[in-house]
């Protein structure tokens, strides 16, 4: 801490930084309220939050996605100023108050909700915008304050102006669209603003500057789905069909199957891959085993399972570890590295 307690920032220096907010933010998340130029919040200034940010509090924060697509209704020139000031906004009413309540729509009462959370609670954020190329990662303060951004609506023939919702993010980091390709493919896709059940902590690893670790847990979803496809292709085991041809993509299609292949034995493929053991897995095992009976069918079931290798059950199942997996994809190392590289 400075001499000034400012953590090492005078009080002169942190003057001129809050006289350069020009902001609006509502005081209590309720009423809305005017600054001036020398009243900005605390949680618009990257450059201080950036050092008091607690590190043992990061670790365990949530992670959302803030899409600014056209539908934000905003012009060109507007959303580049968002990306240029390190800002995320949604756009629902043009009003100034950030209670869901004062809000018509279902899908604005619901968004303003989501952005409170983020505002109270913290965490780490990807965002996009349509302006550019390059998303954004970055971090956004417990208890920050919500703020109102006037802008000019993208229909210049609509009167008034557009208000937007606004928190800023720190310690932000630039991604190229080619980086952390498994990520982007995996993040949610509708909404302005959504949590990101899915990233298992990597947005707050690539905001810190951590390397991903090399474990089966930090592959994505979609990643775990394809590895485990790939396995069946390759691994020789007596119990194990030898997957010939993919009949959907992996993940995401079907409510209970991750994995429709065709086997090279003529049989369907009917395969769930999950992070669970096998005795936490019993009701994704119950739905698996609905395609059974069907006489061409072998049905697997990828989790943490107690055996060590493969493992054909009473319940029709064949049960196979992730660990197997994972030493499985280890001994590919070219494949290995582009997948923890994406």
């Not at 009423?31 to 900005?40: H, M, N, S």
């Not at 949680?43 to 670790?59: D, G, I, K, M, Y």
């Not at 603003?193 to 947005?203: A, E, H, M, Q, V």
Request: glycine share 8%; hydrophobic share 35%; proline share 5%.
């Amino acid at each position: 801490m400075g001499p000034n307690g400012q953590y090492g920032r005078t009080a002169p220096a942190v003057a001129n930084i809050l006289r350069e907010q020009t902001f609006d933010f509502a005081e209590d998340q309720q009423q809305p309220r005017t600054l001036g130029k020398t009243e900005a919040p605390v949680n618009l200034l990257p450059e201080l939050a950036s050092e008091l940010l607690p590190p043992q509090r990061v670790l365990a924060e949530p992670e959302w996605v803030v899409r600014h697509t056209t539908e934000l209704g905003i012009a060109g020139a507007e959303v580049r100023l968002l990306w240029e000031h390190n800002l995320v906004a949604i756009h629902y009413e043009d009003l100034k108050s950030t209670s869901p309540q004062d809000y018509t729509t279902k899908k604005a009462k619901r968004a303003i909700g989501l952005l409170n959370k983020l505002a109270t609670k913290g965490g780490y954020v990807w965002a996009d915008y349509w302006t550019h190329d390059q998303d954004k990662v970055g971090y956004v303060q417990p208890n920050s304050q919500m703020g109102f951004k006037e802008v000019t609506h993208k229909d210049s023939v609509k009167n008034g102006k557009a208000i937007l919702k606004v928190l800023s993010i720190t310690k932000v980091k630039t991604i190229e669209k080619d980086q952390f390709l498994a990520l982007r493919a995996g993040k949610p896709n509708r909404g302005a603003i959504s949590r990101w059940n899915g990233g298992k902590g990597k947005l707050g690893m690539i905001v810190r500057g951590e390397k991903i670790p090399r474990e089966w847990a930090s592959l994505t979803t979609a990643q775990q789905e394809t590895v485990c496809s790939e396995f069946l292709r390759s691994y020789c085991h007596h119990e194990l069909p030898t997957l010939k041809r993919l009949l959907l993509p992996p993940g995401r299609t079907l409510k209970d199957i991750d994995i429709y292949g065709l086997g090279t034995d003529g049989k369907t493929i009917f395969g769930q891959v999950t992070f669970l053991s096998d005795r936490n897995a019993k009701k994704k095992a119950k739905m698996l085993q609905k395609y059974t009976g069907q006489t061409d069918a072998t049905c697997i079931l990828f989790c943490q399972c107690d055996c060590l290798e493969i493992e054909k059950r009473q319940d029709g199942l064949i049960y196979i570890p992730t660990s197997l997996v994972y030493n499985w994809l280890e001994k590919d190392a070219k494949y290995c590295d582009l997948l923890f590289d994406a």
